[in-house]
């Protein structure tokens, strides 16, 4: 079986210059978890949750702080203070370009390469999606529900043989 058989021929992607609140609706409106990066029409990078949740626990501003008995006062200013800069910090973290965020080393597979071929490096990177390219142009993305997906459809269209 053949990633032809198997993609999904519209992939939903970005582009670079997006700024990361437009990716996150992307992802969520269209119930997906990483998307291609474009520039123009060429592939740049790959965007995924993981991106993103690295990008917001580089603004985390510490670990657990337990008050002393005489810092209980101060407790609701201390939180309102914190509370304001994780709300900047959420405001600044939606600015920021896709570009800076993403995965720019791509793995990609071609429509005629085997799924055994596009599981195999998804196993060995530990990835959960390869864009597909065709003379450099994007034509779709495999995921490794897809690919399981076409493993459930050869194995009917053996048993009905």
Same mark, same amino acid.
């Given at each position: !079986? @053949? $990633?032809r058989?198997?993609m999904?021929?519209?992939p939903v992607?970005?582009?670079a210059?997006d700024?990361?609140?437009?990716?996150? %609706?992307?992802?969520k409106?269209?119930?997906?978890s990483? =998307?291609?990066?474009l520039?123009? +029409? *060429?592939?740049?990078?790959?965007?995924s949750?993981? +991106?993103?949740l %690295?990008?917001?626990?580089?603004?985390d501003?510490g670990?657990?702080w337990l008050?002393?008995p005489?810092e209980?006062?101060e407790?609701p200013?201390r +939180? @309102?203070?914190?509370?304001e800069?994780? &709300?900047a910090g #959420?405001?600044?973290v939606?600015m920021? &370009?896709?570009s800076?965020? !993403?995965? %720019?080393k791509v793995?990609?597979v071609?429509?005629?390469d085997s799924i055994e071929? #596009? #599981?195999?490096? =998804?196993? *060995?990177?530990r990835?959960n *999606?390869?864009p597909v390219l065709?003379?450099e142009? @994007?034509v779709?993305? $495999?995921?490794?529900?897809d690919?399981i997906a076409g493993l459930? =459809?050869g194995?009917?269209? $053996?048993?009905?043989?």
């Amino acid at each position: !079986m @053949l $990633v032809r058989d198997v993609m999904n021929p519209e992939p939903v992607a970005c582009q670079a210059t997006d700024v990361v609140s437009e990716a996150v %609706k992307l992802l969520k409106r269209n119930n997906i978890s990483g =998307m291609p990066v474009l520039e123009g +029409d *060429r592939l740049v990078g790959l965007v995924s949750e993981s +991106d993103l949740l %690295k990008l917001l626990s580089a603004q985390d501003e510490g670990g657990l702080w337990l008050p002393s008995p005489l810092e209980i006062l101060e407790v609701p200013i201390r +939180d @309102l203070i914190r509370w304001e800069r994780l &709300q900047a910090g #959420a405001e600044e973290v939606g600015m920021t &370009q896709v570009s800076e965020v !993403m995965t %720019k080393k791509v793995f990609t597979v071609s429509p005629e390469d085997s799924i055994e071929r #596009a #599981a195999s490096i =998804m196993v *060995r990177q530990r990835i959960n *999606r390869l864009p597909v390219l065709e003379d450099e142009r @994007l034509v779709g993305i $495999v995921t490794r529900g897809d690919i399981i997906a076409g493993l459930g =459809m050869g194995a009917s269209e $053996v048993e009905e043989d």
